[in-house]
Each structure stands twice: as structure tokens, then as C-alpha cells.
């Protein structure tokens, strides 16, 4: 349970409630206060939470949570009063974070949070923590351009609201909440997000630059290297595949995460850059999603140029499997639903070898076609995947998203997740090294003796 008093070095706030109240349009102010309420209440969910910016909360720990707080050191041209104040307090030690919330359609102010900067820094608080719906690929990846590029010294993270959401619904799913009375808060939680009033919502539509850009591409344009609007896809793109992975984590009780380059996990500038050139190159824009236990990386790519959406996975081919026709039927065996419309396997052969590809219908009706023409080789990969055209709904800002919402999870529901990697078997005990004396020095030196004979 948090404390009621407040620290000496606040001159103003109240302990986050439950039940705040508040006026009925401050939607921001009551939906803040009651995550922050449970974030102190619900021992699994504040750890969660607070480990995700680096913060290892056990049972020796003292959470407490504030709203609307001010402070007796506040410069005089501060005169923001952020949303909340988080304290965990662990034997002597302490750690503090400002929140700045947001909550509908309205975005994060990068010199507000600047601001938050200086005054954390006046007051010896660890970090500003900014919750929207905008969305982050990692809490320490921030949505806003300008806060990544600030020199401050004093980090923020983001948390988006779906990502406190899926939070909720994965302890509850997992049961992993042990006492009773904070399973049902949790709850509680997860029910009051959902609702339209909490203002809490995923990402839904793609900004105007997309259709530009799609018009530019269809009529044989080039991207320009510093494409405004390019750039501007991107981050859009990298919010949606982040709430791609929030939606299948939710679908599938375990934590979905975008794979990314190590290249690009602590530069996003060279990340942003080298994805507008592949988009620039391949008008293709895409995401690697990992699902815990999965056969492989879940391959998300959007055409431009096709207007097309392709969804699937890379498997090995089983090496026990001496010709093609055997290990095309090994695959086609773990396809087992009846609908195979739009479900394509591209062979990866060895060297310089094209791939090739073949849709599913037609290699069950005839598993021989995989051979043509590469009958002295046999592929060493197999890329599944669901492939479908949108025409017109590609273009459209808030389509593109609800067909992209559609198809992922359809792929993996009804694909990704019927899919087993080839494992090599273990090695075999020899028909004549049966026994420990078989492969004795005495033995072996008879074999030795006996070789060639």
C-alpha cells in the first residue's frame, strides 16, 4: 500500500486514487490516477511495469504513487504541473519518476516534456515517464523525435496505454496476480481501459503522408533521400507494428516482440535511415515479429508497389530428406487447413539458385511441381506465406491498418502457429559400438588392425 503523506520536497499532490475525483471532462487527470493507483496496488503489475524502465521491484520494495503534483523547487518558468510522481523506496535508496499523460488523439508536446526534464533535474528525480497512445518499440525508445535527439541527461521512457492494457490482460491470462483481491483490481483495470471513456485506444489509422507517398510510387516517382513524408511512414509504420505485436500478444497470452537489427535497438537515426533506403530501393516497408516458441520470425512486409501485403515465415528444410518431393510433402503435412487461398511456399535452393515458388493448392494437388527444372538440387529453406492484394484499400489511411490487423493474425492463427522447425535427430548409438567395451582402447585397436582387410 503507498503512504498517504506526501514527501517533504513536494509543496503539492495527493496520493493516485482508485476512485478520483474528478470533473467528468478531466478524462486524462482520472484515468492517470487510477493506473498510477494500481501500479501501488497490485504487486505483479508494478513490477512489471517498473522493470520495464529498469526498476527491480521485490517484496522489500515501497511503491507510492502522486498525482497532480508541484514542487517547492520549481523554476519560475515552469508553470506545467505534471501528472503524477512515482517513489519506489528500497531500504535507503530512492527512486523517483515524473508522469506526463496524455489520452485520446492528443500527443506528447516534446518542449513540455523538455520542461519536465529541467524540473526533475531541479529536484533530484531520476526520469519523466510520458504515457499516450502513441507507440514505442521499447519503453526507452520514445515516440517523439525531438525527446530522442534532446541532449538532457535525464532519460524518459514511454509507456503507451495499449502497452499497460496488454500489461493487465497477460498477468490476468497467464494467472500469474497471486493474491485473489488484486487479481479482481486487475481486472477491474483491464475492463476500465477497454471502455471508450478511459480514452485508450490502438493504433488506427496511417497520416496523410502515406497516400501521398503510395500516389508517388503507383505513377513511377523516386523517394527522394530525405523524403519528409517518408520518414514520417516510418515512424508511423513503427507504431503499428508495435501495437501488431501488443495484438498478438494479447491473441496469444505470451509476449510478442519486434525482432530488431542490434544495430538499430540504441540508434534509431541509423535505423530510420537505413529503412528509408530498403523503402526507397524495394518500396517495401517491413517488420520481423517474434513469437515465444514459434517455428520462426513472423516476416511482415507491405508492397508499394503491389499494393499488397505479404505475411509469413522461414523455416529450414528437414536434412534427413533426400529429394525435394520429401521435403515439400514434410511441410505440406503441417498445413492442415482446408482454405489455402493466397498461401504461397518459396523453395530456397542452394548457391546461386533463384528461388522459386509455388501456391499451396497447386503443390498438394501436385507435390512434383516443386522439382521443375532444379532436379539436381534440393532446397535447403522454405518461406510460407500468406500474400493479398488490397487494390485501393492499400492507399487508405485508416483501411491499410485494419486489413494489416486482419491479415497478420489470420496468417499466424491459422499458419504460423501449425508450424514446427525441422530438428535434427540426435545422434545413434552404432550397431556394433553397443556397449562401452566395444570402443575400448583393446577394441580399437583390433578395428585398427582389421581396417582395410
Known amino acids: 500500500m503507498g503512504s498517504e503523506q506526501l514527501p517533504d520536497y513536494l509543496k503539492q499532490g495527493e496520493a493516485a486514487r482508485l476512485f478520483p475525483v474528478l470533473s467528468t471532462t478531466s478524462k486524462e487527470g482520472r484515468t492517470t490516477s487510477i493506473v498510477l493507483a494500481c501500479l501501488c496496488k497490485i504487486d505483479e503489475f508494478g513490477a512489471r511495469l517498473l522493470s520495464s524502465v529498469g526498476q527491480r521491484v521485490g517484496a522489500r520494495a515501497n511503491v507510492d504513487t502522486y498525482t497532480e503534483v508541484v ?122 481501459l477497454t471502455h471508450e471513456s478511459a480514452g485508450v485506444k490502438g493504433f488506427d489509422r496511417m497520416p496523410k503522408e502515406w497516400t501521398e507517398l503510395n500516389k508517388l510510387v503507383s505513377s513511377g516517382g523516386a523517394i527522394p533521400a530525405k523524403s519528409l513524408p517518408a520518414q514520417t511512414v516510418l515512424e508511423s509504420w513503427h507504431q503499428e507494428t508495435r501495437d501488431l505485436s501488443m495484438i498478438l500478444s494479447r491473441m496469444t497470452g505470451n509476449v510478442v516482440t519486434e525482432k530488431i537489427p542490434r544495430k538499430h535497438v540504441g540508434d534509431p537515426a541509423q535505423r530510420q535511415k537505413d529503412e528509408l533506403s530498403q523503402l526507397r530501393e524495394s518500396h517495401c516497408i517491413s517488420c520481423n515479429l517474434m513469437v515465444p516458441d514459434a517455428a520462426a520470425p513472423i516476416n511482415v512486409s507491405a508492397d508499394l508497389a503491389r499494393r499488397s501485403l505479404d505475411v509469413g515465415m522461414t523455416l529450414k528444410a528437414p536434412e534427413d530428406k533426400k529429394s525435394t518431393k520429401a521435403r515439400v510433402n514434410w511441410l505440406l503435412r503441417q498445413l492442415k487447413q482446408e482454405n489455402v487461398d493466397g498461401l504461397f511456399i518459396r523453395l530456397l535452393w542452394p548457391g546461386a539458385s533463384e528461388a522459386t515458388q509455388y501456391s499451396v493448392e497447386d503443390l498438394r494437388v501436385d507435390p512434383d511441381l516443386a522439382a521443375g527444372g532444379k532436379e539436381h538440387l534440393t532446397p535447403h529453406g522454405f518461406h510460407v506465406f500468406l500474400s493479398e492484394r488490397l487494390g485501393a484499400k492499400f492507399t487508405q489511411q485508416t483501411n491499410f491498418v485494419s486489413e494489416l490487423e486482419r491479415i497478420v493474425p489470420k496468417f499466424y492463427g491459422e499458419t504460423g502457429a501449425q508450424l514446427a522447425a525441422w530438428v535434427k535427430r540426435a545422434p545413434q548409438v552404432k550397431s556394433d559400438r553397443t556397449r562401452g567395451q566395444d570402443v575400448s582402447p583393446s577394441a580399437l585397436s583390433e578395428d585398427a588392425e582389421e581396417f582395410g582387410n
Open 71 to 192: 514542487f517547492h523547487k520549481q523554476s519560475a518558468g515552469i508553470k506545467d504541473r505534471p501528472d503524477g510522481l512515482i517513489v519506489v523506496r528500497i531500504g535507503s535508496r530512492e527512486w523517483r519518476a515524473l508522469i506526463e499523460a496524455k489520452v485520446g488523439n492528443t500527443e506528447l508536446d516534446a518542449d513540455q516534456i523538455e520542461r519536465y526534464r529541467v524540473l526533475a533535474k531541479e529536484n533530484s528525480i531520476d526520469c519523466v515517464i510520458t504515457l499516450s497512445n502513441q507507440f514505442a518499440t521499447s519503453p526507452d525508445s520514445h515516440p517523439v523525435e525531438q525527446v530522442r535527439k534532446s541532449r538532457s541527461r535525464v532519460p524518459v521512457y514511454h509507456w503507451s496505454w495499449m502497452h499497460i492494457l496488454t500489461t493487465a490482460d497477460l498477468l490476468i491470462s497467464g494467472e500469474q496476480v497471486a493474491d485473489v483481491d488484486q487479481l479482481v483490481l486487475l481486472n477491474e483495470l483491464r475492463r476500465f
